[in-house]
């Protein structure tokens, strides 16, 4: 099931991402931890109460060379783009300003939800503050306060009260969803166009069924595919669109939406920050994970070459040392048609299901050869194990201190599993839990 989506928008300086850092709460990225740049996150899950929902800080997405009332212009357009919700964020220190009437403008225009919130409300005596709000022709005004983190609870309350309806948008279980993210002009669009070349049967193009999304489902060899689009791939023009944080967002979320996530690199320009980033939240996610080294024909190659890449690619990608690698060229159109036979396989591996028992050998296989960690004259002792879920494959370990589990018995435990079963292409996940 698609999450709802909720961005802030308003001017610099209402406290967006400070709004934003306290929704999104302590949230753990592997990859995208840079201390001290606290608008490197533009994009996070979160939740309240019972709801799952994505939030979007647009005020991270700068558009540099942009004057002031232009760029919050494209953040409010990219809000009413991709949001489902719209919480509209104001100064109630500062009343309102007229860069808060300019906001207010463009967002009239969107038929979407939209909850005023007046932020650095910071005690109840300056509730009264919020009354100037109304004027903004936007509703009831919620006070909040992003330092001392009050009001948010209503706020939010508010906001889940406006999410859609959950569509049933989900395909079939058979049904492999993919998608394919990287950096713009990796190679997207044409490998797209090659995939969808003169042997697919295209079933539908659904336009619209979660927000501006399209999806193109097809079948091939008996198994149906939907492939998920990205970045507007296929309707460029939007000032936004090339800019590197709009299309990381776009990426989150189609790779939310997939199974498999092909993440395109490009040969001509080798591996850089920002394609680590982008595959770091497919395995992030649990998704399986297929590299595609595109624009293969347009490098100057010898044989060695691939093996070089190849172990260049594992330098730089190490967490995803699962995902098998294939060298394309949309152009030439090179090895094109083999990525389709990996999307199955990884596909599958993604879903698979090992037997108690035989995992349970395994693990026990495992300890006898490599003993479990001891401290202070205690020892990790390992009961039982087993898979909880699929996609990605989940495994709960039972011990007795799960504390001593220490990550690097854990990614023992890990290999042992992958040596065992046949895994490759999807991360899978190790859980360890006390025994009670
Ligand atoms: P943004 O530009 O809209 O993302 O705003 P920031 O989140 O960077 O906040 C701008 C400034 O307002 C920072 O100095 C914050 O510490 C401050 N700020 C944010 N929320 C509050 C609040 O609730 N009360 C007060 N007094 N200051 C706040
Ligand atoms: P996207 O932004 O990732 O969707 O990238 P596009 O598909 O729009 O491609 C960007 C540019 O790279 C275009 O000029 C393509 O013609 C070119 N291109 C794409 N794939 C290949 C390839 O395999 N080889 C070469 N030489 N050029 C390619």
Redesign the pocket.
Known sequence: MTKPVVAIV?R????????FNRIVGERVSIVEDIPGITRDRIYSSADWLTHEFNII?T?GIELSDEPFLEQIKQQAEIAMDEADVIIF?TNG?EGITSADEYVAKILYKTKKPIVLAV????NPDMKEMIYDFYSLGMGEPFP?????GLGLGDLLDEVAKNFPEPNDEDYGEEVIKFSLIGRPNVGKSSLINTFLGHDRVIVSEIAGTTRDAIDTEYSFDGQEYVMIDTAGMRKKGKVYETTEKYSVLRALKAIERSDVVLVVLNAEEGIQEQDKKIAGYAHEAGKAVIIVMNKWDAIEKDDKTMNEMTKSIRKHFQFLDYAPIVFVSAKTKQRVHSILPVINRVSENHALRVQSSVLNEVIEDSVARNPAPTDKGKKLRIYYATQVAIKPPTFVVFVNEPEMMHFSYERFLENRIRESFDFEGTPIRIITRART
Request: proline share 5%.
């Open positions: 308003g610099p300086n209402v406290g967006k991402s400070t709004i800080d005020g964020l220190r932020n650095k409300i910071d909040i306060s992003g330092s001392h």
